[in-house]
């Protein structure tokens, strides 16, 4: 009887431990169980310079979406976004590739416009900057072509 309680004892420790796994693996890894929420958008730049599909879409540093996709459309690198629903993008938005900190992870920040008309779903972000290439600019730098 006791060997029974003490199995029954560890069998719902180790239940308990596993449901508290993947709650972390959910929450951590920012994964949505019940599907996607917000809007899509595309932007099209000449080149992603190592931003990756997760990655973060800011404005002012608040993280507002996420990239949701990066493929190839006329020698171009589309970027589609998912943008929180509560979040309205105007038409006149720039969308720029910027790295945290030094040699940090990249991220996709929007300066938002002045316009009034807002880019609705499936729309697209027209102006784009692209993202500046360190090593380029090192090389340029050592070999003194600044």
């Known amino acids: ?19 508290g796994l993947a709650y972390l693996s959910i929450q951590l890894g920012r994964v ?3 599907g996607a ?4 958008v595309t932007a099209d730049f000449p080149s992603v310079g190592g931003l990756k599909a997760g990655s973060t879409v800011e404005i002012a540093g608040v993280e507002i979406g996420r990239v949701e ?16 629903a509560g979040v309205k993008l105007q038409e006149d938005s720039i ?3 910027k790295t945290k900190g030094l040699i940090g992870e990249k ?16 729309g697209k972000i027209r102006e784009v900057e692209a993202p500046v290439d360190f090593e380029e ?3 340029k730098y050592i070999f003194g072509r600044i």
């Not at 929420?37 to 899509?40: L, Q």
């Not at 996709?69 to 929180?84: K, M, N, P, S, W």
């Open 69 to 84: 996709a990066i493929g190839l459309a006329d020698y171009q690198a589309r970027v589609t976004l998912r943008i929180h």
């Open 95 to 97: 969308a720029s590739i």
């Open 137 to 139: 600019l090192l090389s």
């Open 37 to 40: 929420t917000g809007y899509v």
């Open 1 to 19: 009887m006791e060997r029974a309680r003490v199995n029954i004892a560890v069998g719902l420790f180790v239940l308990i431990g596993i449901a």
């Open 107 to 122: 991220y996709l920040r929007i300066s938002p416009g002045g316009s009034d008309r807002i880019i609705p779903p499936r």
């Open 32 to 34: 949505s169980l019940l």
